[in-house]
Nanobody, 119 residues
Framework: QVQLVESGGGLVQAGGSLRLSCAAS????????MGWYRHAPGKQRELVAT???????NYANSVKGRFTISRDNAKNTVYLQMNSLKPEDTAVYYC?????????????WGQGTQVTVSS
């Protein structure tokens, strides 16, 4: 069973930076896609950024130019470097990983890590 463990959340002032990490354990394969979603109070969960095993990246418009996603395939670990943070980035950030097992897609989720940006 694949498990995702996140780290790196916390409290930061607006304009500051944080780096999130998410390590996947229990997988025999390099996971096809890894990424980050966030859920703010009163809002729906939204995609922040994803990256494939081949290095293709996708970002939400709201974080383009401020956040950078990267991954270490050998470790099945994904990172999210967050710069120029804004109060509206405050949310619980969830790590996500997905993989094709034959014709079946499976999603995995981490437990979430709180990011709070003060104004």
């Amino acid at each position: 069973q694949v498990q995702l463990v996140e780290s790196g959340g916390g409290l930061v002032q607006a304009g500051g930076s944080l780096r999130l990490s998410c390590a996947a354990s229990g997988s025999r394969f390099t996971l096809d896609t890894m990424g980050w979603y966030r859920h703010a109070p009163g809002k729906q969960r939204e995609l922040v950024a994803t990256i494939t095993s081949g290095g293709s990246r996708n970002y939400a418009n709201s974080v383009k130019g401020r956040f950078t996603i990267s991954r270490d395939n050998a470790k099945n670990t994904v990172y999210l470097q967050m710069n120029s943070l804004k109060p509206e980035d405050t949310a619980v950030y969830y790590c996500n990983a997905g993989h094709w097992y034959g014709s079946s897609w499976t999603d995995y989720w981490g437990q979430g890590t709180q990011v709070t940006v003060s104004s």
